[in-house]
C-alpha cells in the first residue's frame, strides 16, 4: 500500500468487503487480510472501522490522526473486528467525546513491536486525557514487545 493507487482507507474498506475498492485487491470471501505500509500516513478524515481479521504490517512507519478532531481515533475495532499491528506507530489520534484516541477496541486487538503514544481524547469535565488504547464492551487486548 502506497497511498497513492491504493490508500489506507481503501485498504481497510476491501479488507472489510472482500472486494476490490480503489486500487486494493480484497481478498476471497472469509479470508484474512494484510495490508502492507510503504510510508508514513498522516490522517485527513477517519478511517472506516475494523469489522474482519485485518494485519497491518507497519515496518517501522506511522499513522497519525494528526490531533484532529475529524479523524477521531486513529484506529477503531468493532466487536466483530480482529486486528494485529506489527511494527507500527499509531499516534496523534484525539477523540473529543470520550475515549480511545489511538485505538478504540470492542474486537481483539495484538499489538507486536508497536507503539501506542501521544494520543488523546477530551474527559466529561473537558481536561485532556491520555487515550492511547481503550478496550470496551468485551474488547480483548494482547501486547508483546510493545515499544514505547
Known amino acids: 500500500m502506497d497511498g497513492s493507487t491504493c490508500t489506507l482507507f481503501d485498504a481497510i474498506t476491501a479488507a472489510n468487503t472482500n472486494a476490490n475498492v480503489g486500487g486494493c485487491i480484497g481478498s476471497e470471501p472469509y479470508g484474512d487480510d494484510t495490508i502492507f505500509l510503504a510510508t508514513d500516513i498522516l490522517l ?3 478511517l472506516p472501522e475494523i469489522v474482519s481479521t485485518v ?9 497519525d490522526g494528526n490531533n484532529d478532531s475529524a479523524v477521531g481515533s486513529v484506529l477503531s475495532i468493532t466487536a466483530g473486528g480482529d486486528l494485529t499491528l506489527n511494527e507500527i506507530t499509531i499516534t496523534g489520534g484525539y477523540y473529543p467525546n470520550g ?6 477496541n470492542e474486537g481483539t486487538l495484538t499489538l507486536n513491536n508497536s ?9 466529561e469535565n473537558s481536561t485532556y486525557a491520555s487515550a492511547d488504547v481503550s478496550a470496551h464492551a468485551g474488547g480483548f487486548v494482547t501486547i508483546k514487545a510493545l515499544l514505547r
Do not use: L, P, R
Open 99 to 104: 475515549d480511545g484516541g489511538g485505538i478504540y
Open 55 to 63: 494485519t497491518i504490517e507497519g515496518k517501522g512507519y506511522t499513522i
Open 44 to 46: 485527513a478524515a477517519s
Open 115 to 123: 507503539t501506542v503514544s501521544e494520543n488523546s481524547t477530551v474527559s
